[in-house]
């Protein structure tokens, strides 16, 4: 089992960064997809990006595309959402998820991801 620990949420403005880290322990990390997803209150949490094992991969809700970006340093067991031109709709609390699987697909569905993080709160100003 993996256990996942994310980081570096906070306040920001309209139009500002943030980098959000997803730091696992536990198990052999570069064996494992990881997507990030977020939940707003009073909505479903929804599909943010995701990542395949080797990092090859990659994929994006329509929402954040051209603004978001995933990656991995698997040295680390670490993947990172870098987040720029950020919204006030971007406001959420945001979650990493991961699933055993080494594969090329990249997984979009929340209820394929086994094992989750607690949540790091994400809050633009307008």
């Known amino acids: 089992q993996v256990q996942l620990v994310e980081s570096g949420g906070g306040l920001v403005q309209a139009g500002g960064s943030l980098r959000l880290s997803c730091a696992a322990s536990?198990?052999?990390?570069?064996?494992?997809?990881v997507g990030w997803f977020r939940q707003a209150p009073g909505k479903e949490r929804e599909f943010v990006a995701a990542i395949t094992w080797s990092g090859s991969r990659t994929s994006y809700a329509d929402s954040v595309k051209g603004r978001f970006t995933i990656s991995r340093d698997n040295a680390k067991n670490t993947v990172y959402l870098q987040m720029n031109s950020l919204k006030p709709e971007d406001t959420a609390l945001y979650y990493c998820?991961?699933?055993?699987?080494?594969?090329?697909?990249?997984?979009?569905?929340?209820?394929?991801?086994?094992?989750w993080g607690q949540g790091t709160q994400v809050t633009v100003s307008s």
């Open positions: 536990g198990r052999t990390f570069s064996n494992y997809a």
């Open positions: 998820a991961a699933d055993q699987r080494r594969s090329l697909l990249v997984v979009k569905t929340r209820e394929e991801y086994p094992y």
